[in-house]
Nanobody, 118 residues
Framework: QVQLVESGGGSVQAGGSLRLTCNATGTIFNTISMGWYRQTPGDQRELVASYSSGGIKKYGDPVKGRFTITRDNIKNTAYLQMNSLKVEDTAAYYC????????????WGQGTQVTVSS
């Protein structure tokens, strides 16, 4: 079993920055990727950023050039540095990890709220 705990969310004014942290614990091996998604009420969860174990980073179009994902593979931790935040970045942010444990599995954190005010 794998548990993900996010931290670092909060309220900030537009133009500000926040850094989210996701720590994965449990039996973790054969990790495919770690990533961040976000969701607002009534909308589908969308990709913010992902970081594969092969070193490939992907970003959602709305955050390109403003957000940066990094990973510490020894600590099984992923970070999301969010700069130049906009009101439309307001959402619940979820961390996920994809790994192979006999079969491909995806685990999600409980989410952390980010609120950006004008």
């Amino acid at each position: 079993q794998v548990q993900l705990v996010e931290s670092g969310g909060g309220s900030v004014q537009a133009g500000g920055s926040l850094r989210l942290t996701c720590n994965a614990t449990g039996t973790i091996f054969n990790t495919i990727s770690m990533g961040w998604y976000r969701q607002t009420p009534g909308d589908q969860r969308e990709l913010v950023a992902s970081y594969s174990s092969g070193g490939i980073k992907k970003y959602g179009d709305p955050v390109k050039g403003r957000f940066t994902i990094t990973r510490d593979n020894i600590k099984n931790t992923a970070y999301l540095q969010m700069n130049s935040l906009k009101v439309e970045d307001t959402a619940a942010y979820y961390c996920n990890i994809e790994l192979i444990d006999g079969i491909r599995r995806t685990y999600w954190g409980q989410g952390t709220q980010v609120t950006v005010s004008s």
